[in-house]
């Protein structure tokens, strides 16, 4: 049977599709959710972050250049080497990385789009938004100054005082929200919205990678996050989580920075690696040697990376016995990734390789990342990590695994995916004298500092003196340095002629195997005029045969209905078709979301604390736009989806992608909850001044209340739930959902309100934090509870439409777990204290 039911001709499938699909043009581009033109704009941005990056990073070597120079002073040199590092980890690498999977992994799976088009956009505007709060405070010479890691007490009030460590907070916080956007948008997108027959041991390799650094982004952003509400809160509110003289601990920061910290290694190598992964076995024109050697290799490399985060902090007091662990762990990692490198020489070595400019770049980072993790394995042992601990050994470390992890690696795609972004190819006149200048630029730059760190050079100094003899290593440094800058330059140039004069590149012009050669280069917007069917691994395909077959609609979906942007979701291990997803049109909705978020920012930046409350309530108006903008006042019947099968629409099944996103939402909050009491356990164990010469006490009876009005309202919610699918009226079940939430909030206030001063002592604060976060989980929940009870109301659910409904019982479900969570820690908190309950 065709998969076209109306048997319309290709050429009207494709004009009706990119009716569809297409961003509006002027004004309407601000509106565009499309992946495809996300994707690239992230790009594009990160670029420029980075280029911003590099110029600082030539004005540190200038600076470095010779001892005693007073080309900047401390408090310049210091913003400037804050900036840089928090510009090339937050705003260049995470975004690169981000930019890279957005565009490229819809063409990798077989699908339209990603799952969720307008957050894709939505953390766009947040990076935008974000990046540009702190370039614009650096312009205004406000810029954070104490290290892109804000290590305590150097970044507290009282050491800090200005706004400059403000700036950091906030705006990084803003731009995390991009992150944690994007690494469900990645999950879901990869376990739901494969195509048909993609089962989960068929996914290309690059999904692999891909989905395990989204889910180390899940789980390894939250502790950040939280830190740095929590140093905030300290600095606004003088709440002492960090003072040491009242019971905090600047240890914490580190403990939480760290947990994020290493992590973020790997979450910027692994997607690079993903890639290294993909370009071989085009290259070596050989399958990958190792599929699922290398798959568990990365999930090792994922899991072990959570365990390393004190390698960061050898000399801080550590005891002996975690000292060796940690060690142990750093060096452990080591064996997964060296996996890795030995199934790509493997694939070399079994295949034929031919040479061009990505092998050129590869090359490269074998060279580098190989000596970045070897001194790596150095800086793992404690004897040794004691002698080069913040000497400019460790920046040499950290730049050979992140240039070459990543840098190289992502100079190596770009040259191989350009055909695909632009449709022309280069000639290479280029691209070689700029790989070489990159290169040795970057050796010369970076491989004498390895020699200054062991002669002694701290880092994050401004200058040194002329009597430790180390002029001579930094002035190479530097013109290497400066080599290196020109390098890129000439990338840049080679890539800007190269997409404006390049010659037309014919599809799958390297002859790769993998689906996104499938598709026209450049890509349509809607990527496929009909999706595949997979029936091999998806690194086993012929893009030649298969792209003119899906142009014409001889795949899925080689149609269109109801003016509805489709795409299939489909099981998550057999990839079996399991709905019709239908994906939002073009809004600028989430541009006016991120406004408003930036927004409330600013007014935190600048204290405006009650006039804050102003924007949120415009974020809650907007996000409630969102939801109320789609759905369905009418059952659906199944739909053809064609080759005689057809599914439901995705809303009126039991687990859609929206469910699953709310699911991994709740499982980061849940990091969240469980870094607060870890932070809590923390003060109390390790802390000076505890317990406390008058702790504050917890009402128990109140805190008890709040608990049990929780899951009374979790439990409402549910029974709404099955009201509905009996066929009964939810309504009255989601008012009572709604009526407990308040009673709880109002429980938790109280709770709150008899905390006595929370400035006087970190149990207090911690106290505070507590059923702070608490509280807003509820306040949450009522809108929850709002929400659906508005939908009900007015025909927006239904037996076979319960998903509103649904979505928000997961929330309310959660959150009468984290009261009770909550509630529980802050009453062991007062008692271990020495505090009274009543």
């Known amino acids: 049977m065709s998969a076209n039911p109306d048997m319309i001709s290709p050429i009207k499938l494709h004009k009706e599709l990119a009716r ?22 992230f790009i594009i941005a990160a670029f420029v972050f980075f280029s911003i990056g590099g110029v600082l990073a030539m004005l540190i070597r200038a600076q470095l250049a010779t001892s005693g120079s007073a080309f900047v002073g401390p408090e310049i040199y210091g913003q400037i080497f804050t900036m840089h590092g928090s510009i090339m980890m937050f705003l260049f690498a995470i975004p690169m990385f981000e930019g890279f999977a957005i565009y490229l992994l819809p063409k990798l799976l077989g699908a339209r789009d990603m799952a969720f088009p307008r957050l894709t956009a939505f953390g766009f505007w947040c990076y935008i938004f974000g990046g540009s709060i702190l370039i614009v405070a650096m312009l205004a010479g406000v810029a954070p100054d104490g290290g892109w890691f804000m290590y305590t007490p150097l970044n507290s009030g009282v050491y800090s005082p200005g706004i400059n460590a403000d700036v950091w907070l906030l705006g990084i916080t803003f731009v995390e929200i991009s992150a944690l956007s994007a690494a469900v948008e990645i999950i879901v997108s990869v376990l739901k919205l494969r195509a048909p027959g993609m089962s989960i041991d068929r996914m290309p390799i690059m999904a692999w990678y891909l989905l395990i650094t989204a889910f180390m982004m899940l789980f390894g952003f939250p502790p950040l996050i939280l830190g740095s509400v929590l140093l905030e809160l300290e600095r606004a509110f003088d709440l002492p989580f960090f003072d040491p003289t009242r019971g905090g601990d600047s240890l914490l920061w580190q403990h939480l920075f760290w947990l994020f910290g290493h992590p973020e290694v790997y979450i910027i190598f692994l997607p690079a690696a993903g890639a290294i992964s993909m370009m071989i076995p085009t290259f070596a024109r050989h399958e990958l040697v190792g599929y699922r050697t290398i798959i568990v290799a990365v999930i090792a490399v994922a899991f072990l990376s959570f365990g390393l985060w004190v390698h960061h902090m050898f000399t801080v007091g550590i005891p002996h016995l975690a000292l060796s662990f940690f060690s142990a762990a750093s060096g452990l990692v080591a064996i997964p990734t060296a996996i890795q490198i030995f199934a790509w020489i493997a694939t070399i070595a079994h295949g034929r390789p031919r040479f061009d400019v990505p092998m050129l770049y590869l090359g490269g980072f074998f060279v580098v990342f190989i000596i970045g ?12 990590n004691f002698q080069a601990h913040d000497t ?7 730049h050979y695994v992140l240039v070459g992890g990543f840098v190289f690696p992502m100079l190596a795609a770009a040259y191989y995916w350009l055909p695909h972004f632009t449709g022309r190819t280069s000639d290479h006149r280029l691209s070689v004298p ?9 050796n010369l730059t970076f491989f004498l500092m390895h020699l200054t760190g062991l002669l002694g050079m701290p880092r994050r100094v401004e200058t040194y003196p002329m009597e430790a003899k180390w002029d001579w290593l930094n002035l190479v440094s530097s013109i290497g340095g400066f080599i290196m800058a020109i390098g890129f330059a000439l990338f840049v140039l080679d890539i800007v002629v190269q997409a404006r004069f390049g010659m037309p590149a014919r599809r799958n012009p390297w002859q790769a195997r993998t689906l996104e050669w499938a598709t026209a280069t450049p890509p349509t917007s809607y990527g496929f005029a009909s999706l595949p069917l997979i029936e091999d691994r998806a690194d086993r395909l012929d893009p030649e045969k298969l792209g003119p077959a899906l142009a014409r609609g001889d795949g899925y979906l080689g149609f269109t209905r109801n003016g509805w942007m489709e795409t299939l979701g489909v099981d998550m291990v057999t990839a079996r078709p399991t709905e019709v997803v239908v994906l939002p049109r073009s809004t600028f909705l ?4 991120a406004l408003a978020i930036g927004s409330f920012v600013l007014c935190l930046l600048f204290k405006f604390y009650w006039l804050s409350l102003l924007p949120v309530a415009v974020v809650v108006v907007l996000f409630l736009m969102w939801a109320a903008a789609t759905g369905n006042r009418e059952d659906t019947p199944p739909l053809d989806i064609g080759h005689g099968q057809s599914a439901e629409v995705h809303w009126q099944v039991e687990r859609p992608p929206s469910w699953w996103a709310m699911t991994f939402t709740l499982a980061a909050d849940g990091v969240v909850v469980t870094s607060l009491i870890f932070s809590a356990l923390f003060l109390r164990v390790v802390a000076p001044d505890w317990p406390p010469a008058t702790a504050a006490a917890a009402p128990t009876a109140a805190l008890a209340l709040a608990v049990i009005a929780s899951i009374a309202a979790a439990a409402a919610g549910r029974f709404g739930v099955g009201r509905l699918k009996a066929g009964a009226s939810p309504i009255a079940a989601q008012a009572a959902c709604l009526l407990l939430h308040v009673v709880a909030l109002a429980a938790l206030a109280a709770g709150l309100a008899g905390i006595d001063d929370a400035t006087r002592h970190a149990q207090a604060a911690m106290l505070a934090a507590v059923l702070g976060l608490a509280a807003l989980h509820v306040a949450i929940g009522i809108i929850f509870a709002g929400f659906g009870l508005w939908r009900a109301a007015n025909g927006y659910v239904s037996p076979r439409r319960s998903l509103d409904l649904r979505i928000g019982g997961l ?27 009543w």
Request: glycine fraction near 12%.
């Open 590 to 593: 989430p541009l006016w979301t």
């Open 811 to 837: 929330w309310h479900d959660a959150t009468a777990v984290i009261v009770l969570v909550c509630v529980v820690s802050g009453v062991l908190l007062a008692l271990a204290a020495g505090g009274e309950v």
């Open 434 to 442: 700029a790989f070489w200048m990159i290169f040795g630029g970057f």
């Open 392 to 398: 400019h050994f460790v920046v040499a470390h950290m």
């Open 20 to 41: 569809l699909w297409d961003t509006p043009p002027g004004w309407g581009r601000f509106s565009a959710v499309n992946h495809t033109v996300l994707g690239k704009r």
């Open 373 to 384: 993790g070897l001194t790596g394995v150095m800086l793992a042992m404690v004897p040794f």
